[in-house]
C-alpha cells in the first residue's frame, strides 16, 4: 500500500510568487494535516482538513490557504512567497479525528524561496 | 515561551545505552503526547502516541506522560546506531492530531 504522497519534490521559486504543493494520504485516511519545518525546527502546524472542511488552523497569514479534494487529496497554497517561506512543507495524513494511533507523514516538497 | 520545549543536544551515546529524551510543556490544556522520529531528509514518522499522564511501551521505546509537572519522556533501551536520528516530541489538546504543537527535536547519534 502506497504512504502519503508529496509533490513536488523540490522548487525553487522567487519572491512574490505563488506557490501550489499536493498531498495524497493513505488510501482510507479522511484527514490531512500541513505542516511547515523550518531548518532545524520542529514542524509548525498550518492546517488541517478532514473531510473537505477545515477542521484546524495554525499562526500563519491568509497567504497560506489550503483545500481539500473529494477524494480526500489536498493542496496547500502560498501567496506573495517571501523568503522566509522556505522550508519543508510536510503532509500527513490520519485515519479519523478521534484518538486515532495512525498518523503517517509524506516525504514532504522542499521550498526555496530567492 | 515557547508551549513545547526541547533540548537540541546533539546527544551522543554507545550502542547499548539507555537513552532518555524529555519534553516540558506550558499548556496545562495538553492531553495528547507523542513522540516522533524523523531521519534526514524525511518526514517524521509517529514512534508513540499517549492519553493523558503514564506510560506506554512498545518494544524498546517507553513513553511517559507526568502532568502534574508538565513533562513528558522518551526512554529507548538497548539503543542501536539505527536509532540515530532527531527525535521530536508533540502535543495537543484535541484527538485526531488537530493543531499539534511540536517541540525542536532533539538528535540522537548512537555510536557503534
Known amino acids: 500500500d502506497a504512504g502519503v504522497t508529496q509533490s513536488p519534490t523540490h522548487l525553487i521559486k522567487t519572491r512574490g510568487q505563488q506557490v501550489t504543493l499536493r498531498c495524497s494520504p493513505i488510501s482510507g485516511h479522511k484527514s490531512v494535516s500541513w505542516y511547515q519545518q523550518v531548518l532545524g525546527q520542529g514542524p509548525q502546524f498550518i492546517f488541517q482538513y478532514y473531510e473537505k472542511e477545515e477542521r484546524g488552523r495554525g499562526n500563519f497569514p491568509d497567504r497560506f490557504s489550503a483545500r481539500q479534494f473529494p477524494n480526500y487529496s489536498s493542496e496547500l497554497n502560498v501567496n506573495a512567497l517571501l523568503l522566509g517561506d522556505s522550508a519543508l512543507y510536510l503532509c500527513?495524513?490520519?485515519?479519523?479525528?478521534?484518538?486515532?494511533?495512525?498518523?503517517?507523514f509524506g516525504p514532504g516538497t522542499r521550498l526555496t524561496v530567492t | 515561551q515557547k508551549e513545547v520545549e526541547q533540548d537540541p543536544g546533539p546527544l551522543s551515546v554507545p550502542e547499548g545505552a539507555i537513552v532518555s529524551l524529555n519534553c516540558t510543556y506550558s499548556?496545562?490544556?495538553?492531553?495528547?503526547f507523542m513522540w516522533y522520529r524523523q531521519y534526514s531528509r524525511k518526514g517524521p514518522e509517529l514512534l508513540m502516541y499517549t492519553y493523558s499522564s503514564g506510560n506506554k511501551e512498545d518494544g524498546r521505546f517507553t513513553a511517559q506522560v507526568d502532568k502534574s509537572s508538565k513533562y513528558i519522556s522518551l526512554f529507548i533501551r538497548d539503543s542501536q546506531p539505527s536509532d540515530s536520528a532527531t527525535y521530536l516530541c508533540?502535543?495537543?489538546?484535541?484527538?485526531?492530531?488537530?493543531?499539534?504543537?511540536f517541540g525542536t527535536g532533539t538528535k540522537l547519534q548512537v555510536i557503534p
Open positions: 500527513a495524513s490520519s485515519y479519523s479525528r478521534g484518538r486515532s494511533t495512525e498518523q503517517y
Open positions: 508533540a502535543t495537543t489538546s484535541f484527538g485526531g492530531y488537530q493543531k499539534v504543537t
Open positions: 499548556n496545562s490544556a495538553f492531553q495528547y
